[in-house]
């Protein structure tokens, strides 16, 4: 079983960067595609960003293209994404999720699931 344990989160103001970053133990998850997903109080869990397993293919929700960067370093086995210009509405839960088959914006194609970290952008 793949534990994932995301970090990086925090406060931070508006127009602020974070970099979070995802960590797998008692697996590596170089072949697998991972993503990102959000859950803000009261919403359901939303897509954010997906990275396929050789890092060359990417695809991002509309909310966060072109602020957002995920990104893999499978020789260090870690998934990171890259926030900037964070917005208050960017507030929530952020999972990092691993896919044995697939390259998904859907949520119930990911096997594995972190616990999440919380980012919180002041206005």
């Known amino acids: 079983q793949v534990q994932l344990v995301e970090s990086g989160g925090g406060l931070v103001q508006a127009g602020g960067s974070l970099r979070l970053s995802c960590v797998p133990s008692?697996?590596?998850?170089?072949?697998?595609?991972m993503g990102w997903f959000r859950q803000a109080p009261g919403k359901e869990r939303e897509f954010v960003a997906v990275i396929n397993w050789s890092g060359d293919n990417t695809y991002y929700s509309d909310s966060v293209k072109g602020r957002f960067t995920i990104t893999r370093d499978n020789a260090k086995n870690t998934v990171y994404l890259q926030m900037n210009s964070l917005k208050p509405e960017d507030s929530a839960v952020y999972y990092c999720?691993?896919?044995?088959?697939?390259?998904?914006?859907?949520?119930?194609?990911?096997?594995?699931w972190g616990q999440g970290t919380q980012v919180t952008v002041s206005s």
């Open positions: 999720a691993g896919s044995e088959a697939f390259f998904s914006d859907y949520a119930g194609t990911y096997d594995h």
């Open positions: 008692g697996r590596t998850v170089s072949t697998y595609a």
